[in-house]
């Protein structure tokens, strides 16, 4: 019975946390980013959220925490405490694939998925990013960094625009 009733009750913070944006990718929740990784409710019914940041130092992680705390205050939970966790490192193959489609629908392309081998990286060339206007990869790298540290700036040869690509790491 105790434990339906935990249960329950992380089901609704979820939920709270499912209408937490991203300060930097406003269509998207920090849930749907992978963001957050767990959510635990204490005897006393005291809040725990863990997070792991997208990137180190990344700045909009105060952001997110103060965005996650005041949500859930409002929804009634006062007093939350967010944790973060930098193990594992977050990848953006955490991002969900409806998220990522919500991604290109904004006008960013997605990220591809993370390189892991070691090797094999050294001598392999970097994904060219696919278009979110025209779905061409005749795109080209114009910028490291976009308006964030974790996009970068390309350029579609095909429909000549500028669009932010989400770096896979
Ligand atoms: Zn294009």
Redesign the pocket.
């Known amino acids: 019975m105790v434990a339906q009733a935990v249960r329950a009750t992380r089901e609704a913070l979820l939920s709270v946390l499912d209408r937490v944006m991203d300060p930097e990718v406003p269509v998207l929740s920090v849930r749907e980013l992978g963001i957050v990784r767990d959510v635990e409710v204490d005897p006393t019914g005291s809040v725990t959220v863990t997070v792991t940041p997208t990137y180190s130092g990344c700045p909009a992680i105060r952001v997110i925490e103060q965005d996650i705390v005041a949500a859930l205050e409002q929804a009634g939970y006062p007093g939350a405490r967010v944790r973060t966790t930098y193990a594992p490192a977050w990848t953006t193959d955490w991002i969900a694939p409806e998220a990522k489609a919500k991604l290109k629908a904004y006008g960013i392309a997605p990220p591809g998925r993370a390189e892991s081998g070691e090797l094999v990286q050294l001598f392999r060339r970097r994904a060219t990013a696919q278009?979110p206007?025209?779905d061409?990869y005749e795109t080209e790298l114009r910028s490291e960094f976009g308006s964030t540290a974790c996009k970068s700036v390309c350029w579609?040869r095909?429909?000549r625009?500028p669009f932010e690509e989400f770096k896979a790491i």
């Open positions: 278009c206007y025209c061409s579609c095909a429909c625009q």
